[in-house]
């Protein structure tokens, strides 16, 4: 996880706290509640900077649709 997808986890970790704006924004912008699921997996993320990238436009285009 690069430090700025971590940034973003923790802000949804607190969103989520707040549980009945976290379902109603759910609903509202996915149409369905998001549950979490935590990862304990210990695994490394890609290393080489073209993995990297499409790590990193993946997670970003998530956040950015949204935004538009």
């Known amino acids: 996880m690069t430090p700025e997808i971590a940034q ?3 802000m949804w970790h607190t ?3 707040f549980t009945r ?3 109603a924004f759910c ?3 996915f149409g369905c509640f998001l ?3 935590p ?4 695994e490394q993320g890609p290393e080489d900077p073209e993995s990297v990238r499409g790590l990193l436009e993946r997670h970003f285009g998530l956040v950015l649709r ?3």
Not at 39 to 42: A, R, S, V
């Open 8 to 10: 973003i986890d923790e």
């Open 39 to 42: 990862n304990e997996d210990e």
């Open 27 to 29: 609903e509202g912008h």
């Open 35 to 37: 549950h979490h699921v």
């Open 66 to 68: 949204r935004a538009r």
């Open 15 to 17: 969103f989520i706290l």
């Open 21 to 23: 704006d976290y379902a």
